[in-house]
């Protein structure tokens, strides 16, 4: 399995990851192994490989035979006038430790960040860019699709996933909703499964129109969720740990339902946006989202309550030029010019600017339900 391992060479701090074998083989031998292999890909003998790898011939030698009898597979082939080549094992090692590096780059990026800043506490450190993990929103993907000079990084998560990100430090701030039902101390003692309240910093930004999709016109005359179970129509889903989903499990909990009563439960989309064209494709007759998503593709809608959609900020940026620059512009014209252009959408009146934890539950309780 992989394993981590970090260097600190002040500065830049870098994470390095490396592969464990196992099979009596230590992470040393395994890393040492891929390094041998590409180098043996590359100069197409065993001699040059090992220079390349800063070994000798005979230690190369022992440590491909050591692999071979470990993996119980064989690892390069010798042919008559070809020299030393991979064997079909050892190219999948290669191309699966290729993709895996280059995925868990992006990954590991931000804890490199978290933790240059916690081996050095006294120098602040002021992103250029802000490293957003979001639930997804149609308004905000449009708005930094098409908006100007919008220096962040956003992806796509559930809220659940958005704020454990935030938590380890995978990202400067989260976007998340709630349901406008939840009283300030609810959203305390939900939000405080992941974060702790002096350490982070909110921005409430809008509230948001949710119901059930429908083929265009409602031609089943849904009204709720009963009446989905009761049809036995063809449900799309949102994926586990997103908001949506959340709200989606409350109201069947609510109308005394389970999942084995939808059928297409365990259909799960990551987005309103793959929602609402899973109906309007036919691949399903309802499902749960907001009201812009159905009328962008032409569904009917059943609202059935509005949440709040906020933005969670770890503090010791809070004052940064990128963070200020950020909440202006959800502040600006523009923005609220693209959210009075989307069905549902209501930009957020209870406050201008970061509000600490405190302040931000007890908002909660005075927004409209």
């Given at each position: 399995?992989?394993?981590?391992a970090?260097?600190?060479?002040?500065?830049?701090?870098?994470?390095?990851?490396?592969?464990?074998?196992?099979?009596?083989?230590?992470?040393?031998e395994?890393?040492?192994?891929?390094?041998?292999?590409?180098?043996?890909?590359?100069?197409?003998?065993?001699?040059?490989?090992?220079?390349?790898?800063?070994?000798?011939?005979?230690?190369?030698?022992?440590?491909?035979?050591?692999?071979?009898?470990?993996?119980?597979?064989?690892?390069?082939?010798?042919?008559?006038?070809?020299?030393?080549?991979?064997?079909?094992?050892?190219?999948?090692?290669?191309?699966?430790?290729g993709?895996?590096?280059?995925?868990?780059?992006?990954?590991?990026?931000?804890?490199?960040?978290?933790?240059?800043?916690l081996?050095?506490?006294?120098?602040?450190?002021?992103?250029?860019?802000?490293?957003?993990?979001?639930?997804?929103?149609?308004?905000l993907?449009?708005?930094?699709?098409?908006?100007?000079?919008?220096?962040?990084?956003?992806?796509?998560?559930?809220?659940?996933e958005?704020?454990?990100?935030?938590?380890?430090?995978?990202?400067?701030?989260?976007?998340?909703?709630?349901?406008?039902?939840?009283?300030?101390?609810?959203?305390?003692?939900w939000?405080?499964?992941?974060?702790?309240?002096?350490q982070?910093?909110?921005?409430?930004?809008?509230?948001?129109?949710?119901?059930?999709?429908?083929?265009?016109?409602?031609?089943?005359?849904?009204?709720?969720?009963?009446?989905?179970?009761?049809?036995?129509?063809?449900?799309?889903?949102?994926?586990?740990?997103?908001?949506?989903?959340?709200?989606?499990?409350?109201?069947?909990?609510?109308?005394?339902?389970?999942?084995?009563?939808?059928?297409?439960?365990?259909?799960?989309?990551?987005?309103?946006?793959?929602v609402?064209?899973?109906?309007?494709?036919?691949?399903?007759?309802?499902?749960?989202?907001?009201?812009?998503?159905?009328?962008?593709?032409?569904?009917?809608?059943?609202?059935?309550?509005?949440?709040?959609?906020?933005?969670?900020?770890?503090?010791?940026?809070?004052?940064?030029?990128?963070?200020r620059?950020?909440?202006?512009?959800?502040?600006?014209?523009?923005?609220?010019?693209?959210?009075?252009?989307?069905?549902?959408?209501v930009?957020?009146?209870?406050?201008?600017?970061?509000?600490?934890?405190?302040?931000?539950?007890?908002?909660?309780?005075?927004?409209?339900?």
């Amino acid at each position: 399995m992989p394993t981590i391992a970090t260097s600190y060479n002040p500065p830049p701090l870098s994470i390095r990851w490396s592969w464990d074998l196992g099979l009596g083989l230590s992470t040393a031998e395994s890393t040492a192994l891929l390094g041998l292999l590409a180098a043996l890909r590359e100069h197409g003998t065993l001699g040059q490989a090992a220079t390349a790898a800063n070994t000798s011939y005979r230690a190369a030698w022992g440590l491909l035979r050591k692999c071979e009898q470990a993996l119980a597979k064989p690892l390069v082939i010798k042919a008559p006038g070809k020299g030393t080549q991979l064997s079909e094992f050892a190219e999948q090692l290669l191309q699966l430790d290729g993709v895996a590096r280059s995925t868990l780059q992006e990954i590991h990026a931000p804890w490199g960040q978290r933790l240059q800043e916690l081996l050095s506490p006294s120098e602040a450190v002021e992103p250029e860019r802000l490293r957003i993990a979001a639930s997804h929103d149609l308004a905000l993907a449009d708005w930094i699709e098409n908006g100007r000079h919008i220096t962040v990084d956003i992806f796509w998560r559930g809220s659940e996933e958005a704020l454990l990100a935030l938590a380890r430090g995978e990202c400067d701030a989260a976007g998340f909703h709630l349901p406008t039902t939840l009283s300030g101390e609810q959203a305390a003692t939900w939000l405080g499964r992941w974060l702790k309240p002096r350490q982070f910093v909110f921005f409430p930004i809008m509230r948001r129109q949710h119901g059930i999709l429908t083929v265009a016109g409602n031609p089943f005359g849904i009204q709720s969720l009963a009446d989905v179970a009761r049809l036995g129509l063809r449900m799309v889903n949102r994926q586990r740990g997103s908001g949506t989903r959340g709200m989606i499990d409350q109201l069947m909990a609510a109308n005394g339902l389970n999942t084995r009563d939808i059928p297409g439960y365990a259909h799960e989309e990551f987005t309103h946006d793959a929602v609402a064209s899973a109906i309007a494709s036919g691949q399903a007759d309802v499902g749960f989202g907001i009201q812009a998503a159905a009328a962008r593709y032409d569904l009917g809608f059943v609202p059935l309550g509005q949440d709040q959609y906020c933005l969670a900020v770890r503090s010791s940026i809070a004052h940064s030029s990128a963070v200020r620059q950020l909440i202006r512009r959800f502040l600006g014209n523009t923005f609220h010019e693209r959210l009075a252009a989307l069905p549902g959408y209501v930009a957020t009146s209870v406050a201008g600017e970061l509000l600490p934890w405190e302040q931000f539950t007890a908002a909660l309780n005075d927004q409209p339900r």
